[in-house]
């Protein structure tokens, strides 16, 4: 059976996913980038690394509760 959601050898979910996500920041940096240089780099990389850690935290909860993990 062919899996129509890898026909060029790449995952369409995924790709198109990574598409949305990449229009979404751009427009957020668009829209709010005027705010970037009133941060320092300290309160830049923590507010990276608070939103990556909020991210593998909600992508594990759903890994763990589809039974993946």
């Given at each position: ?58 992508l594990g909860i759903v890994m763990v509760l589809r039974g993946l993990r």
């Amino acid at each position: 059976m062919v899996d129509i959601g890898n026909p060029f050898g790449v995952d369409l979910a995924t790709t198109v996913f990574g598409a949305g996500l990449s229009l979404l920041l751009s427009a957020a940096v668009m829209e709010y980038g005027y705010r970037v240089p009133e941060y320092n780099s300290t309160e830049l990389l923590g507010l990276a690394g608070i939103g990556l850690a909020a991210a593998g935290f909600l992508l594990g909860i759903v890994m763990v509760l589809r039974g993946l993990r």
